[in-house]
């Protein structure tokens, strides 16, 4: 483990410097004495005419060298990153399956911070969006690892059910919700506590879940059978006011059709369900129940039960679905198209199919719902699509196999995932000309997730 980034002295802010590589002083010196002892050494055989355009030319890559280490040790330049208040701090952390640990990145001074041993096989991270929490689910170890994000350690450990493969955390920060696919079940914790409260039964092989954003729904994929069950939950409330168990009453409706049901987004009013069938070219959409009581449910009783809305056909093996902050649209990466497929949520038709490039696997859109960002893991690069024009506007190189990714909470840097490399390439967003790569910070073996956390204030993560 290394040690932290408070605990060591900085003349400057990477993400305020012309030299950016997190490793490229050190590289950069050490560089600089093989040069010098080739100098040497070649020097003293300058008696030798053959030897003496060698001497000439080691001296120069030397001088050269030695002006460029001064340079790097008298100051930094403003490259238009906006400042920082002081003892601002934020991270990225990334859960690799390879390695069974977590590494944890500086997003302010750009460089790998440590690295946490977790339990084993870590596939998917959660934040806490009310205190300094991340969750890892070690599906190797049955547990789920609780890392304390103000001091990065690992605080406590949860044990939960078979094979656990996804999280999520309710709004208010007090509980999380845990598929248990070997188990066929749901844990949900109790995060005050850290204990489980209650084991919810499931249909077969619960792979992922997604938590509405008014508490009273969980949408749960079955990929191995093709079916989306729906789960009932409760808005959190103090233990005291109501018997926990009493708010969840396990399955209430299922529907089958959705072959390799995988990635699930529900809308911002928690009105409507989206679902991939990443085992053939469909989206699913659900109409959810509305509240009782609630003004839908007064104007149209109908829509107090769960209902299949239609099958969106899409592109081959949609792997994920990128939802724009206000709602209005969905963008879908077809894997074995190499498009993305735009769904009005609004009418439940599609809008268009739009190449993107070679094996997109994961989007996300800017807060401002402008910009869609594509990562083609099959050609190492990131498409960006401009919503608001309909095209794509350019294509960014990264490391090998960008995967999963993540905004900064300024968003002035965009965090992929580069799971063959084993790296997180660091996008500088809001450059005088346009996106462009600005460093790639290690990782580990097998990287599956990534997340950030501002250490303070609430997280901004995707």
């Known amino acids: 483990m290394v040690s932290s980034a408070n605990d060591r002295p900085r003349s400057c802010n990477p993400r305020h410097d012309s030299i950016p590589k997190v490793a490229g002083f050190y590289a950069f010196f050490t ?28 001296l120069r890559v030397t001088t050269s060298a030695f002006f460029l280490l001064i340079l790097t040790l008298t100051g930094c330049r403003n490259v238009g990153f906006p400042d920082t208040p002081a003892g601002y701090r934020e991270y990225a952390y990334v859960a690799n399956s390879g390695t069974n640990t977590v590494s944890v990145l500086d997003l302010v001074y ?10 084993n096989a870590p596939s998917a991270l959660a934040v806490n969006p009310e205190r300094n929490e991340i ?8 547990t789920v690892s609780v890392i304390d ?16 493969t996804s999280i999520t955390v309710d709004p208010t920060g007090h509980r999380a919700y845990v598929t248990n696919t070997g188990a066929n079940s749901i844990s949900v914790i109790d995060l005050d506590q850290r204990h489980e409260i209650v084991e919810i039964p499931t249909l077969p092989q619960p792979a992922s879940a997604a938590l509405a954003p008014d508490g009273r729904t969980l949408v749960v994929t079955h990929s191995a059978m093709g079916v989306v069950s729906v789960i009932t939950t409760a808005p959190y409330t103090p233990p005291t006011l109501s018997p926990i168990t009493s708010q969840f009453e396990g399955v209430r409706a299922t529907f089958p059709g959705c072959p390799g049901a995988s990635a699930a987004t529900i809308l911002p009013d928690s009105s409507k ?65 190499d498009s993305i ?20 696997m994961h989007g996300i859109v800017s807060r401002d719902n402008t910009t869609l960002f594509v990562a083609n893991s099959g050609a190492d690069s ?81």
């Open 31 to 58: 560089n600089f004495l093989t040069n010098l002892r080739h100098a040497s050494r070649t020097a003293r055989l300058a008696a030798v005419p053959n030897h003496s355009s060698s001497c000439v030319s080691a």
């Open 135 to 142: 969750y890892a689910v070690n599906t190797g170890s049955a």
């Open 110 to 119: 750009l460089r790998a911070d440590r690295t946490l041993q977790v339990g």
């Open 149 to 164: 994000a103000s001091a990065n350690h690992v605080a406590f450990t949860l044990p939960v059910h078979r094979q656990p």
């Open 382 to 462: 990131i498409g960006l699509y401009s919503i608001e024009d309909g095209k794509l506007v350019s294509s960014l190189h990264t490391g090998s196999g960008p995967s999963a990714m993540t905004f900064s909470a300024d968003e002035h840097l965009l965090l992929a995932l580069d799971a063959r490399a084993g790296d997180v390439s660091v996008i500088r967003t809001q450059g005088k000309l346009g996106p462009t790569l600005f460093t790639i910070l290690p990782a580990g073996s097998a990287p599956t997730a990534i997340v950030t956390k501002v250490i303070g204030t609430r997280a901004s993560a995707h």
């Open 273 to 337: 369900a989206f679902i991939a069938c990443s085992g053939a070219h469909h989206v699913m959409a659900l109409n959810l129940s509305a509240a009782p009581g609630s003004w839908p449910a007064k104007q149209n009783p109908s829509l107090m039960t769960d209902q299949l809305l239609t099958l969106l056909d899409v592109g081959r093996n949609p792997t994920h679905l990128a939802l724009k902050p206000d709602g209005g649209e969905i963008f879908v990466s077809n894997f074995d198209s």
């Open 341 to 360: 497929s735009e769904i009005d949520t609004q009418s439940n038709q599609i809008g268009g199919t739009y190449m993107i490039g070679t094996r997109p």
